[in-house]
């Protein structure tokens, strides 16, 4: 019997045009705008959802409808695809291209980790912090990209290390000196070194066990391929997922981190236009211990699930094995290949420093910010000003002392295309005419009256369900397409139970970006995959912990420190009034 197979790449072409058609007598047999307008997102959503259409034709898809729906002019649609947060998106990547084009996250990367320890332990937790650190002003992709291939160079040196160590320390079998990576009993090991020989060598050799009785020992062969044991196989799955998740978890910490952030940002700025609570410097008091814990947090649960439990090994530790030794070695040999700091380091570090001093003191919100010195022109002045500014520089500062016959600016026009993410550009601009369309088609007002029933729930109740929707759906949808969705829905049931907006939509804006489940989730998931180390359920298991881990942090958050900071107690003068209700 046959099995008849189809491949994905067939069937795309069937979901392309099957799905507008199957959805078609929803606009059809309701005749309201509130129904055309459903139409789009659930079409959007399943376009999203699956992929068949890159993320960003697919967000075209606002302009090309929305007219010939009636529901708004094609001039009204193009004017809401560019935003404050494509202005704030160009001067960001002025920055990171300037940054990766000198070397200043490997300086930075390898400066934070070496400054740590390198017992397997410590060097993920350096790993973690520093691959967190760069991914709060870089994109998380990008910075997965630059410090992968350092944690692959140091693991194919323990590797090393571990085969070499057994030739140095014949009666360790397993070649493991350091406490931290055993993970359970290791097999018994044998005394006499001809046996020890034997083994490395991989060949049988006769072993005498009784005077007159030979007997034949064959050596087992190596784990795995090209681990030699089981502990290194573990090591490097840990040292792999961790770069992964702190990338996603330190672009939570600035709203530049990610673009789920900016997305926020951007319909706070554009629906509630009287908000001036979410600026950078609260948002970074809010996010910044939530990265902390998470990182904390999850590195005590990969180092528990990878390296074991004896964690005092890795933080008390003195004597450095034979792997350490190497993995020291290594780290400072690629520093030393860094050379002195140059001036293109130099200058790049002094606008970024710059860039966020002016950020967080542009209204800080406990206190006068510079933004007060234009008291004539309150609110002209944004986040965007600031990156654009700066990002200007970039083109202006040499990158060479003054030279008559040369002239090169930190960086070009060239330079800044290959980093710009115009995809990312198209698909938020398709999230905020989407927004934009189901508010003006009524259908964020109908879609929050349908689940008014939530508000008899307790608002903490309500916030955890759509976290843990979010949670879910961004596992198999992209990050930013699934927060374009929920955003135009959570704002208004917020309001239609009287729950200030920002109690419910901070806690979402940060979960969407907890996808830590599969290697398809994200891109930093997928990079850190293609080096082989992981399998999927690999993925599946670890994520799920810090998955918990992350929706816990947040809910922790939500309750104590930030409702202070941002007062989410009280229904606020700036949203639209429909009860008498507050949290």
């Known amino acids: 019997m046959r099995r008849l197979r189809c491949s994905w790449s067939s069937l795309k072409p069937l979901i392309i045009i099957i799905s507008p058609l199957a959805l078609l007598p929803l606009p059809l047999v309701i005749r309201k705008k509130e129904a055309e307008c459903a139409y789009i997102l659930i079409l959007m959503a399943v376009y999203w959802m699956t992929e068949v259409l890159p993320l960003s034709v697919t967000a075209l898809l606002p302009a090309l409808l929305f007219p010939l729906f009636g529901i708004m002019k094609s001039s009204q649609v193009a004017s809401v695809y560019f935003k404050d947060f494509h202005l704030l998106l160009l001067g960001v990547i002025c920055l990171a291209t300037s940054i990766e084009k000198w070397g200043l996250h490997r300086r930075i990367a390898l400066r934070l980790v070496t400054g740590l320890g390198v017992n397997p332990g410590m060097l993920m937790l350096g790993f973690m912090v520093g691959c967190a650190f760069l991914s709060m002003w870089l994109s998380n992709t990008s910075t997965v990209a630059m410090v992968m291939p350092i944690v692959e160079a140091v693991i194919q040196q323990v590797l090393n290390a571990s085969e070499e160590a057994r030739k140095d320390h014949k009666g360790e079998l397993n070649g493991i000196s350091n406490p931290a990576l055993q993970l359970e009993d290791i097999e018994a090991q044998h005394d006499q070194s001809e046996n020890i020989k034997s083994i490395e060598a991989g060949i049988t050799q006769t072993v005498q066990t009784a005077p007159d009785e ?53 319909y706070i700025y554009q629906y509630y236009p009287d908000c001036t609570v979410i600026n950078f410097g609260n948002w970074f008091v809010l996010c910044l211990p939530i990265c902390i814990i998470m990182l904390i947090l999850s590195w005590i649960y990969l180092h528990w699930m990878y390296l074991g439990s004896n964690f005092r090994a890795s933080l008390c530790s003195r004597q450095r094995s034979e792997k350490e030794k190497h993995t020291a070695r290594v780290l400072r040999d690629q520093y030393n290949s860094l050379g002195p700091i140059s001036w293109q380091e130099i200058i790049t570090m002094i606008i970024f420093i710059l860039m966020a001093i002016l950020w967080f003191t542009r209204n800080p919100g406990f206190m006068p910010g510079w933004s007060s010195l234009f008291p004539d022109y309150p609110g002209y002045a944004t986040d965007a000003t600031v990156a654009l500014l700066l990002g200007f520089m970039f083109f202006i500062i040499p990158a060479h002392k003054p030279n008559a016959e040369r002239y090169e600016a930190l960086i070009t026009w060239k330079d800044f295309q290959a980093c710009m993410p115009w995809e990312i550009s198209l698909l938020v ?117 810090v998955n918990v881990i992350g929706v816990l942090t947040v809910l922790l958050a939500l309750t104590t420190w930030g409702t202070p900071l941002l007062n989410l107690d009280t229904y606020p003068d700036w949203a639209p009034i429909v009860n008498g209700t507050g949290v």
């Open 214 to 266: 030979p007997e034949t020992v064959k050596a087992p062969p190596p784990y795995n391929g090209k681990y030699r044991t089981r502990e290194d196989h573990m090591m490097c799955k840990g040292l792999s997922l961790c770069i992964a998740y702190s990338s996603s978890i330190g672009g939570l910490t600035t709203l530049s981190g990610t673009s789920t952030n900016l997305i926020f940002a951007e």
């Open 429 to 545: 601009g398709g999230g905020f005419a989407l927004a934009e369309g189901t508010k003006i088609s009524g259908l964020s007002t109908w879609v929050a009256e349908l689940l008014t029933p939530l508000g008899s729930l307790p608002p903490l109740a309500t916030v955890t369900i759509a976290c843990l929707i979010v949670t879910s759906i961004t596992e198999v949808a992209s990050n930013a397409a699934t927060m374009t969705i929920f955003l135009p829905i959570l704002a208004p049931l917020a309001e239609a139970i009287g729950v200030n907006p920002l109690y419910m939509l901070i806690p979402t804006a940060l979960c969407v970006s907890f996808s830590f489940l599969l290697p398809v989730s994200n891109p930093p998931n997928a990079i850190v995959f293609t080096y082989g180390h992981l399998t999927s359920m690999d993925m599946v298991k670890a994520g799920l912990g």
